[in-house]
């Protein structure tokens, strides 16, 4: 698993990425292989500006060239924000990336929407935390 920031002029577009096979990471139990997904912020079609949270899946098979075998699963329509931290419990703190040795203990999502003046936040554990 790999986090990196990404900023489009005032927009937190962050993005994961994660490999997984058929499952919950997936959002399917019927695909053959493993995958490589990315969840983040992408347009809701090419005249709008308008973005949509989401899950991009493409086989680990596939070549870099082209789009083949992509799907994209919308999650949540009209974001207007997507911000990714990680704690690393080494530092005491929450870092923007994430470099993918090893899975950090927590996730903090944030996900903006024009129609609420705060952000939706969740911490989430990926390994057990110690009280």
Not at 24 to 39: I, Q, S
Request: charged residues 30%; glycine residues 8%; neutral net charge.
């Amino acid at each position: 698993m790999t986090g990196e920031p990404f900023k489009l002029g005032d927009r937190e577009r962050d993005e994961i990425k994660w490999s997984c096979g058929a499952g919950l990471g997936l959002l399917t139990r019927y695909a053959p292989g493993d995958f490589t997904v990315t969840l983040r912020l992408q347009p809701e079609n090419e005249k709008r500006d308008r973005l949509d949270l989401g899950l991009l899946r493409k086989p680990q098979e596939d070549s870099d060239i082209g789009e083949g075998h992509e799907t994209w699963v919308p999650l949540i329509k009209n974001v207007t924000s997507f911000e990714i931290s990680y704690f690393d419990p080494n530092a005491n703190t929450w870092l923007p990336r994430w470099p993918g040795a090893q899975l950090p203990r927590l996730v903090k999502v944030k996900v903006g929407r024009s129609d609420t003046a705060v952000p939706w936040e969740a911490i989430i554990p990926l390994r057990r935390t110690p009280y």
